[in-house]
């Protein structure tokens, strides 16, 4: 399957949080990585957005459109730091 670069992420981010997150640092619960969500691998087709880790390809976190409402499943991330 082939995946896009993080950066595709920066419209539904910023519906989610008012500002772009693309430059957020997140830390990946598989592998310790910790690099921006640009850099990340995302699978479109998923349904939804799969974003997986660059170095280990665990699934970082999940993020899907509803009828109304848009779903983020961060379980992949022990944590995840906004850009100032
Ligand atoms: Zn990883």
Redesign the pocket.
């Given at each position: 399957m082939q995946h896009l670069d993080g950066n595709v992420l920066a419209g539904p981010l910023i519906e989610l949080f008012g500002r772009d997150m693309t430059t957020a640092t997140g830390r990946?619960s598989?592998?310790?990585?910790v690099s921006v969500l640009a850099r990340a691998l995302v699978y479109p087709d998923a349904p939804g957005f799969t974003v997986r880790?660059r170095?280990?390809?665990?699934v970082l976190f999940t993020l899907v459109q509803g009828d109304e409402k848009l779903w983020l499943d961060l379980r992949g991330l022990t944590g995840l730091q906004p850009p100032r």
């Amino acid at each position: 399957m082939q995946h896009l670069d993080g950066n595709v992420l920066a419209g539904p981010l910023i519906e989610l949080f008012g500002r772009d997150m693309t430059t957020a640092t997140g830390r990946c619960s598989g592998c310790g990585d910790v690099s921006v969500l640009a850099r990340a691998l995302v699978y479109p087709d998923a349904p939804g957005f799969t974003v997986r880790c660059r170095i280990c390809a665990d699934v970082l976190f999940t993020l899907v459109q509803g009828d109304e409402k848009l779903w983020l499943d961060l379980r992949g991330l022990t944590g995840l730091q906004p850009p100032r």
